[in-house]
């Protein structure tokens, strides 16, 4: 019953070889002809793919190296407000950050940095979004900014808008394609409370 089956199965594809055969004897084309160019063909079909995962996996390591080098800028600017008492001015906060953050491309252009105070009593934190700057549109929004004083415990929010590398291929059209904007935006935050004098 089984050999009845493959049978049936492959009386399909022993008339599409001889099909194949007749076609090749009537082109004049040999044994040996007939399968020249098979490895091209499948060369050709997986260049692609393997470019395309190339191509993704090197856009995802520079945005990790970006992100990291971010959380370690925010991480070493929040130790020196916590320590040297908090008066501290938005403008000199993004600097310090961008000086330390030395892969971010344009850092001064595109970081927002927020300072929110947390209640104690509460812990309640921001529900909005962190403001990034957007570059499809000349609006740049207004981040928060709160005094860090001694003991007040203070959020620090930090987004930075970066280009994929290559926005039309692989992760990069992924990443593009799931934002408003043309940019990727990469948030850093971390929560501390200023030492007393």
Do not use: H
Not at 44 to 56: A, G, H, K, Q, R
Not at 58 to 76: F, K
Not at 154 to 173: E, K, M, S
Not at 178 to 187: A, T
């Amino acid at each position: 019953m089984i050999r009845s089956a493959l049978n049936i199965c492959a009386a399909p594809l022993r008339r599409a070889t001889a099909l194949l055969d007749r076609g090749d004897r009537a082109l004049g084309l040999g044994d040996r002809a007939r399968e020249a160019g098979g490895a091209t063909v499948e060369f050709v079909i997986l260049l692609p793919v393997f470019l395309l995962v190339f191509m993704s996996s090197v856009e995802a390591s520079l945005l990790l190296t970006r992100q990291v080098m971010l959380e370690r800028a925010v991480d070493l600017a929040v130790r020196d407000i916590r320590l040297g008492g908090g008066a501290v001015t938005q403008t000199a906060l993004r600097d310090d950050v961008c000086d330390r953050a030395l892969i971010l491309a344009d850092c001064q252009a595109n970081l927002l940095v927020e300072l929110t105070e947390i209640s104690r009593s509460t812990y309640a934190v921001p529900s909005s979004a962190q403001p990034c700057v957007n570059r499809s549109t000349s609006i740049t929004p207004t981040p928060g900014w709160a005094t860090a004083g001694p003991g007040k415990m203070i959020l620090l929010r930090a987004c930075f808008a970066v280009d994929p590398i290559l926005p039309g291929v692989g992760l990069g059209t992924q990443l593009v394609s799931n934002l408003d904007g043309d940019s990727v935006r990469m948030v850093a935050s971390t929560a501390f409370v200023v030492e007393p004098d």
